[in-house]
């Protein structure tokens, strides 16, 4: 099961394929504002985080040959960032062994140590992000289905389980809920996972070790942005246009599942917003100097 990308995305991602510099210039502009937040956030300057966003742009560049359409291409990038920040951070602690899991998606390959054939790799690879493809979209439906039944407690809770590792009685206490009504959602949500995979290549017997925090299903789950709203859902938040649900599930993903992600598209959107009105402003100044003269032409009225 494939996660098909967007018109616009598939477009893009075509057009660079073949050089064209227009596309390649729409990517940059699309996504350079929240993956510079997400960098500046853990970084001590702009420069560095500059620098990471221009790298991380780099690594795009040298993986499209083998990009995966299965992923986002936010989310792609998303991952090419946070590998390209590991890279930074380990080169500043001289001396240490460097792993396979800080390596940037463009020098992964090079990595590999092994006796193991080539085709095997290929097979194995390919095999295993074909199970991923279909968890996280049976993943993906489920969030959604929450979203338009109006469940949104449902995914908070198990938000609080598989994001921040809270056992059942601390999502009770937090929620004010019984710990049976809780145990109760991870049994019909672990049921309807099962359903929604059953007939993919992520099929599997689910068990409440699945919504540990630890757990393979929690790390994909961070690391694929699984529960992240849209970029124009925030962008409605910030506008106070969406309803009481969707802001307190919007509340608790970025304040309290502290979504790093959503944090960057904020502070991009924010970013946004002034630059706008810096326009804006400019715009009014302009406007005001090249007419400002004609008020002492305008006709004498009787």
């Not at 145990?183 to 409440?208: I, M, P, S």
């Not at 009014?284 to 006709?299: H, I, Q, T």
Request: proline residues 2%.
């Amino acid at each position: 099961m494939r996660v098909p990308l967007d018109e616009a995305e598939a477009w893009l991602i075509d057009a660079v394929r073949k050089g064209d510099s227009d596309a390649w210039n729409e990517v940059i502009q699309r996504y350079q504002g929240r993956l510079f937040a997400f960098a500046r956030r853990r970084l001590t300057s702009a420069a560095e985080a500059e620098d990471i966003v221009q790298e991380t742009f780099l690594g795009l560049l040298r993986s499209l040959p083998t990009y995966d359409a299965s992923r986002s291409l936010e989310t792609y990038l998303f991952a090419i960032v946070r590998n390209k920040l590991s890279d930074h951070f380990r080169k500043l602690q001289k001396g240490q062994r460097q792993s396979l899991d800080t390596l940037g998606l463009d020098q992964a390959s090079d990595a590999w140590l092994s006796e193991e054939t080539p085709s095997r790799y290929v097979a194995r690879d390919e095999r295993i992000a074909a199970q991923r493809a279909a968890l996280v979209a049976g993943l993906r439906k489920w969030v959604d289905q929450c979203r338009t039944e109006g469940r949104f407690q449902e995914l908070i809770i198990i938000e609080m389980l598989v994001v921040l590792g809270m056992r059942n009685k601390e999502v009770a206490a937090d929620l004010e809920l019984s710990e049976t009504a809780v145990a109760g959602v991870k049994f019909r949500v672990l049921e309807r996972w099962r359903k929604l995979t059953e007939a993919a290549d992520a099929a599997h017997e689910w068990t409440e070790a699945d919504l540990a925090e630890d757990s393979t299903v929690a790390r994909i789950w961070r690391e694929e942005g699984v529960s992240c709203p849209k970029r124009s859902t925030l962008g409605r938040y910030l506008l106070g246009t969406l309803d009481d649900d969707w802001n307190t599930y919007i509340e608790f993903h970025i304040d309290g599942a502290r979504c790093e992600r959503c944090q960057a598209n904020f502070d991009d959107l924010r970013a946004e917003d002034q630059r706008d009105q810096q326009a804006h402003q400019a715009l009014r100044e302009r406007c005001f100097a090249s007419s400002v003269g004609f008020l002492s032409k305008r006709p004498e009225t009787h």
